[in-house]
């Protein structure tokens, strides 16, 4: 069915809503728990053989866990030509595939 | 002796060059392709640079291709009592 619409009449109108969708944030979060699962996962297996490695101890050094992170820092980044210095995380090239969990302190 | 089985899920199109390679490296060529390494501190390292696109399981032994694909057929909904051959056999012994 034809939905008569800014982008479909004007042309150049590609819009990206700036904020992310319920949705969208569900599945986010699906995602930040499952790379905390991979490095759960590999981080046992080392000790068990009664290893470790450099990327592994880094990892749990620097980066939060989804369930310690603060809704900012899961859906939103440091940006500073933001008025607010945050923008929403899928302005982020290739967002879905890469970590982003940390921000500068204080913004 | 363990192995980690890992499945990449999502393909690494679009991201920098290294992740390519790792996969590469890895022996993952394409999603839901599956591979299995023994658990030591350079696949750790690997699985760490991909560690976005991946599933990881540690398991006890290593699968062979053939094994993996049989895991995921499906019920066939039957099963064979008798070949032909063996009725085969029956007839003659009679």
């Known amino acids: ?34 790379v905390d699962r991979v490095v759960d996962t590999v981080s046992a297996a080392l000790a068990r053989n009664g290893q470790s490695t450099k990327a592994v101890e880094r990892w749990y050094t620097e980066m ?3 369930e310690e992170m603060l809704p900012k820092d899961k859906y939103t980044l440091f940006d500073k030509k933001e008025k607010s210095y945050r923008k929403s995380i899928h302005k982020l090239p290739k967002w879905t595939r890469v970590s982003q969990r940390v921000n500068p302190p204080g913004f | 002796m363990s192995y980690f089985r890992i499945t990449l899920l999502r393909s690494a199109i679009g ?27 350079s696949v750790a390292g690997q ?48």
Do not use: N
């Open chain 2, 15 to 41: 991201l920098p060059r290294r992740s390519t390679d790792v996969l590469k490296a890895l022996g993952l060529k394409k999603r839901m392709g599956t591979v299995f390494h023994p658990v030591s501190q």
């Open chain 1, 64 to 66: 939060p866990r989804e």
């Open chain 2, 47 to 94: 699985i760490m640079k991909v560690k976005e696109l991946v599933e990881v399981r540690e398991v006890d032994r290593s699968m062979t291709q053939q094994e993996v694909w049989l895991e995921r057929k499906p019920d066939p909904g039957y099963y064979v009592e008798k070949t032909c051959a063996q009725e085969r056999g029956e007839m003659g012994r009679q």
């Open chain 1, 1 to 34: 069915m034809f939905k008569p619409t800014q982008s479909l009449f004007g042309g150049l109108l590609w819009k990206t809503p700036w904020r992310l969708s319920s949705p969208q944030k569900a599945r986010q979060r699906k995602r930040l728990r499952a």
